[in-house]
């Protein structure tokens, strides 16, 4: 079907974001007790399963180091120790530490301040952070900010191009763009698509082999047919 309008769009983006919620119910992400916990998982979890993260936050949480000022001031191999289950660690804990080192240089050490600076300047702020790209920007902006920004990923990507809405190769920013122009934007919303679609990816839409007989978007999905 070629979908050309925005509030077919739209339409369709909720009719999919629905069939995900009916099957899975709310994901409640993103898992942590404090925001700074939310921004080190949106770090560590850089090409890494959600299991060894927590295997590190938890390291982390019962040494004293999920603390700005602390992880600041403790040495690179202190923190490597207590992260290497995230893989490439050594350079994880570089970007753990230039994060906590912004905070601290920049907001004497209260993430707060930082997270509530308007949307696109926090944005700009967090890219021009070392180790941090686009998507663990908008996880940071969306799940501990709290402000309206769509997270996309390499799920995103692998489902709704085979939904049949995006090329394979098409660039974030614009699978973002598209998210936002055709959305309304609401935190809850999307908070709740971007873990669903991780949800659906992670189960159902693999890579080689997708299980789609199961799949809460089977009826949708070009891909099958
Ligand atoms: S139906 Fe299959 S290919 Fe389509 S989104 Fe679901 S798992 Fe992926």
Known sequence: MTVNNAEQ???RLMEIYKKMFEHFGPRGWWPGDTDFEICVGAILTQSVSWKNVMKAINSLKASGLLDVSRMYSCSNETLEKHIIPTMYYRMKAKKLKAFAGNIVEKYNGNLRQMLSRPLEELREELLSIYGIGPE???SIILYAAGKPVFVVD????RIFSRLGIFREDV????MQRYFMRHLPHDVQLFNEFHALIAGTGNKYCGNKKPKCSRCPVLQECGFTR
């Open 9 to 11: 769009i739209k339409t």
């Open 154 to 157: 390499a799920y995103t990507r």
């Open 136 to 138: 663990t920007a908008d």
């Open 171 to 174: 660039a974030y920013d614009e």
